[in-house]
């Protein structure tokens, strides 16, 4: 089955900064990759997504990069704001009737003012 | 987005005992399933909750343990039993395949479960 990895598990940086999250997959079938944001207490909420016949996909201050054939898709944040720290997840899945996703362990921002 | 409920929200229960989740979505929608999240950890798939058949279990997850049904496009029960300690966690319902938004996949607020 599919096995997501997600580093680091932990980020800490300045407000204004950039951050980076990556994560790889084992399922080369795999074509439906979400990027989850959960803040303390409550659900997590779909921030972006990107699928397979994409490289890359933005939106405002996140982007997505796709590399397939390596099996890695990374999140990028740019000039963070104290507000974008959460804990970051990676998903992945094949989509359509098996859309179940298989979640990275999570990556906790803290972003520091 | 859909707009998603869960019931109870939480609940404190005793072991041996069992307890059933209910998830309910304002819209009809093809994709439902199960997460477990424990403290400080990540989402874990349970099951596929199938509208008309037999849920479809993950690994180490299993029918006897958490019977599931989905009598409707927009209502399923996960049903934690002879439950352990073991079994706090949060539950999370979650859905995808509605009003063209394909493989896009929202949560429910989750039920946080106390075995004492």
């Known amino acids: 089955g599919e096995n997501v990895e997600q580093h680091p598990s932990t980020l800490s940086v300045q407000e204004g900064d950039s951050a980076v999250i990556k994560c790889t997959y084992s399922?080369?079938?795999?074509?439906?990759f979400p990027w989850y944001k959960q803040e303390l207490g409550k659900r997590p909420q779909l921030i972006i997504d990107?699928?397979?016949?994409?490289g890359e996909k933005k939106d405002q201050r996140i982007a997505v990069t796709l590399n397939k054939t390596a099996k890695h898709f990374s999140l990028h944040i740019t000039e963070t704001q104290p507000e974008d720290s959460a804990v970051y997840f990676c998903?992945?899945?094949?989509?359509?009737?098996?859309?179940?996703?298989?979640f990275g362990k999570g990556t906790k921002l803290s972003v520091k003012p | 987005s859909a707009v998603i409920s869960q019931k109870p929200s939480r609940d404190i229960c005793q072991r041996g005992t069992s307890l059933t989740i209910q998830c309910q979505v304002d819209?009809?929608?093809?994709?439902m399933f199960w997460y477990r999240q424990q403290p400080g950890q990540s989402l874990t798939l349970i099951a596929t909750a199938n509208q008309g058949s037999e849920a479809t279990y993950e690994s180490g997850f299993v029918i006897d343990k958490f019977p599931i049904s989905r009598p409707n496009l927009t209502f399923s029960t996960l049903t934690v039993s002879n439950m352990s300690p073991e079994d706090s966690s949060i539950y999370l319902c979650?859905?995808?395949?509605?009003?063209?938004?394909?493989?896009?996949?929202?949560f429910g607020p989750g039920t946080r479960l106390t075995v004492l």
């Open positions: 990107i699928r397979s016949n994409v």
């Open positions: 399922d080369s079938a795999s074509n439906y």
């Open positions: 979650s859905v995808a395949g509605f009003s063209g938004r394909g493989d896009e996949q929202f």
């Open positions: 998903a992945a899945s094949r989509g359509g009737s098996q859309g179940n996703l298989i």
């Open positions: 819209s009809q929608v093809t994709m």
